[in-house]
């Protein structure tokens, strides 16, 4: 349906559909208004292209002229025969520029998918008559796929006057459609965000999978999705009947239901991982607080999945304005106080507590568009829950005014707020970063926080402005910490890093250094280098031994713990080894500032003497690369080249994880989080009224038949480590510099801030 004049050409170029100029020769003798109004009827879209798993959409249109943005609609969801009927009057001060139809499938936290664009010549329209236009959607890349149409009724009209009168009347109208739709997207936004309940994924074993290597064995691991989110399983390998034990909670964002797709995949090193099958759950055959046992066939391949499957309603979460937040109305604070006050810490453990956000603006971001400014939105984030702003245009000092308001899972969880600006046609670029420990929260205290790095390692530009509150429940928090902690979503897969491998091969270093070094003050004593310091060890020595009890050991650990305690009571800081984690960082920036000058210089050099042996391990790395080359036509480069990364990989990762617990152990006897200390100190104090009361051998004996039984009493309970849990919450000393909050400086160094790349 194309009502244009006889004159009207339509034209088909590279898959894009154009309607092309008419009336020339009549429009060139009419005398060139100075401004022209162009009313739009977005009507409809007819058969458009699928994007979503789901086998539909969720469609979006964006007019542009001359390359700016000019309209955004309504997003539909899940149709592809979508009705918007919105109006839209725009001012053009030229016909030559044609009006560019963009149309997307609006994905939520993921790069919206394109469905498809068209052009609208606007010479080729009569002036002061209504046309019923309809453009073909096409894909410049495969202009063969039909992508559907729009509807849409088009009148243009020329507007006399003077030239200054328009030109004001065009900023006005461009500055009240973004305000419109600012607001219109920060209720889109509100609707699309917010999850109706969780569904939670308990993964408990394998059956008579298939064989998928020459061992007749596989190595397999499973990948869950749902939407946007993604999970992956640890892997088990060397077998058909793998235990996994997992948990993997989701966002329900849908009343009626959603699904859940599973792939079973066997893990090869060097080489692509080998499909074993997929299932799928139907979450819309599934009741709400009750728990399934699901045993899954595979289908394309062989065997089931065990799973248990439960449904649960949303927790607390919301999206308010500024104006509108409970913790502000006394009578709902006092019942949230009241909910999580220390006479309910047995209901419902898992519901720890309650944080509300206020995102109130942002001050000095960084320019990220062409014309020296940005469109700013922030992510507010706190463990897999995410939650949105609307998006302020072309601002470096935006106001949001939003409150997020979610639900506490685990007190040591970390609040990030992150700002993007936002870009349509591609991902979002980066523009700062702020991460916040929920126990380092001041409640009520609105402050401004300077925005950092990707990885957190130093300043960007900008500050933002946040006021948060966090209530929880003590008991609930600390029984809380001895399970398991929740895993993120699937991100980026691990790559070698030269300044990752030095970093964590130094810490490990530290580590060792420490115990060496104890090591050698008590060799000190058996030499007798200080007479002093050996009499009273000996002493010592003689006393312990001679009354020695088992119950002195957990009794001992709480005297580090005290004089720490006193220390840093006494003004004196105990913690200077974050310090020279934090100059190992800038090191790191440095680096990377270095290679980026320098291309120059060769991948495996450094000045530092004190990386001499990892350079050597680097370099025999390096020429084992130059061998594997040589011989690549006998035993395949490819494979080779993937080993010795994924062999790279390991050794970075393992050298973190041993670093890590160190610092952990370290960390929590300097009191780096007073609540995770104090809850040693209660552990310690019962472990010694314990074992001072109860013989050993009763304790034993609870402990085995507890073990024994635990299977026979929940065949699927998900294993842990109480103590390697507990260590898991306390932050290792890149953390402690990662959460560091940097102040406000208004000359940053340029040496001292690390280079951000957008995206």
């Given at each position: ?6 004159s ?6 590279t898959?894009i ?38 086998g539909?959409?969720d469609?979006y ?22 009705v ?22 609006y994905?939520?936290?993921l790069?919206?998918d ?41 009148t ?29 997207l ?20 394998g ?61 090869d090193?060097?080489?692509?991982d ?58 709902e604070?006092?019942q ?9 810490s ?12 206020k ?20 992510v ?8 949105q ?15 997020f308001?979610f ?5 040591h969880?970390?609040l990030?707020v ?11 670029d ?6 916040i420990p929920?126990?380092?929260i ?28 966090v ?8 029984l ?5 902690v ?50 009273c060890?000996?002493v010592i ?16 650990l ?5 004089w ?34 320098d ?28 061998r ?12 080779k ?43 310690f ?9 109860i ?28 103590l ?8 290792s ?25 957008p995206?």
């Amino acid at each position: 349906m194309l009502a244009l004049p006889l004159s009207a050409v339509g034209r088909s170029l590279t898959g894009i559909n154009i309607v092309g100029p008419s009336n020339a020769e009549s429009q060139l003798q009419l005398p060139c208004p100075a401004m022209y109004q162009l009313d739009i009827v977005l009507k409809k879209g007819k058969n458009l292209a699928i994007r979503d798993r789901t086998g539909t959409s969720d469609p979006y249109v964006k007019f542009k002229i001359g390359g700016k943005e000019v309209f955004r609609s309504k997003t539909i969801h899940k149709n592809l025969n979508p009705v918007w009927d919105e109006r839209v009057s725009l001012l053009v001060e030229t016909l030559r520029e044609p009006l560019y139809v963009k149309v997307f499938d609006y994905d939520f936290g993921l790069q919206d998918d394109f469905m498809g664009s068209a052009y609208l010549h606007l010479e080729s329209l009569e002036h002061q008559r209504t046309l019923d236009v309809t453009l073909d959607l096409k894909d410049p890349q495969y202009p063969e796929h039909n992508l559907g149409s729009l509807d849409l009724s088009v009148t243009l009209s020329p507007k006399e006057g003077d030239i200054r009168d328009a030109t004001m009347l065009l900023r006005r109208n461009w500055k009240r459609s973004s305000k419109y739709q600012s607001m219109r997207l920060s209720d889109v936004h509100r609707k699309a965000q917010l999850w109706r309940g969780i569904v939670s994924v308990s993964l408990i074993e394998g059956r008579n999978l298939q064989p998928m290597d020459a061992n007749g064995l596989s190595d397999p691991y499973v990948k869950f999705r749902m939407g946007h989110q993604k999970y992956k399983s640890k892997t088990i390998p060397k077998t058909l009947n793998p235990q996994w034990r997992e948990q993997f909670d989701f966002h329900l964002y849908e009343e009626q239901g959603g699904y859940v797709d599973i792939t079973v995949w066997d893990r090869d090193a060097g080489k692509k991982d080998d499909f074993m099958g997929r299932c799928t759950i139907d979450l819309s055959l599934l009741s709400k607080e009750h728990t399934y046992k699901l045993d899954l066939p595979l289908e394309e391949g062989e065997g089931v999945l065990v799973l248990l499957v439960t449904l649960t309603a949303s927790a607390a979460v919301s999206i308010s304005d500024l104006s509108v937040n409970m913790l502000d109305d006394p009578h709902e604070r006092h019942q949230i106080m009241q909910r999580y006050s220390l006479w309910r810490s047995l209901h419902n453990l898992k519901d720890v507590g309650v944080v509300q956000v206020k995102v109130i603006r942002a001050e000095g971001l960084m320019a990220a568009d062409v014309t020296g400014k940005s469109d700013p939105f922030c992510v507010v984030e706190l463990s897999n829950d995410r939650l949105q702003t609307h998006t302020i245009y072309k601002n470096l000092n935006p106001e949001w005014n939003k409150v997020f308001t979610f639900n506490v899972k685990d007190i040591h969880s970390v609040l990030e707020v992150t700002v993007y600006d936002e870009d349509r046609d591609r991902s979002a670029d980066f523009l700062g970063k702020v991460a916040i420990p929920l126990l380092n929260i001041q409640n009520g205290e609105r402050k401004a926080y300077v925005l950092k790095s990707k990885e957190l390692t130093g300043p960007t530009k900008g500050v933002i402005f946040l006021e948060i509150d966090v209530i929880f429940n003590a008991v609930k928090a600390g029984l809380r910490t001895l399970t398991p902690v929740e895993q993120k979503y699937i991100e980026e897969e691990p790559k070698v890093s030269k300044q990752l491998l030095l970093r964590n091969f130094n810490r490990v270093r530290r580590c060792i250094m420490f115990l060496i070094n104890t090591g050698c003050y008590i060799n000190s004593c058996f030499e007798w280098e200080s007479p002093q310091r050996s009499i009273c060890a000996f002493v010592i020595f003689i006393i312990v031994v001679w009354n020695f009890e088992l119950y002195m050991i957990p009794l001992a650990l709480l005297l580090p713990l005290a004089w720490n305690y006193i220390l840093i009571a006494s003004g004196k800081d105990t913690r200077q080894d974050v310090q020279a984690v934090e100059d190992l960082l800038e090191d790191e920036d440095e680096d990377f500032d270095k290679d980026d000058k320098d291309p120059k210089q060769g991948p495996w050099e450094d000045s530092h003497d004190k990386n001499h042996i990892l350079e050597d391990i680097l370099a025999s790395w390096h020429f084992e690369w130059i061998r594997v080359m040589v011989d690549s036509e006998r035993k395949g480069f490819v494979n080779k080249l993937y080993a010795i990364q994924d062999v790279c990989i390991s050794v970075q990762n393992a050298l973190d994880e041993v670093a890590s617990y160190g610092e952990r152990i370290k960390n929590t006897f300097n009191w780096t989080v007073p609540f995770l200390s104090w809850l040693a100190i209660v552990a310690f104090v019962v472990a010694t009224v314990v074992i001072y009361f109860i013989p050993l051998r009763f304790i034993v004996l609870a402990w085995g038949v507890n073990k024994f039984t635990k299977k026979l009493r929940d065949p699927y309970t998900i294993d842990n480590n109480e103590l390697l849990d507990y260590l898991s919450r306390v932050p290792s000393d890149v953390q402690v510099v990662q959460y560091q909050q940097l102040k406000p400086d208004s000359n940053p160094s340029p040496n001292k801030r690390k280079k951000n790349n957008p995206g």
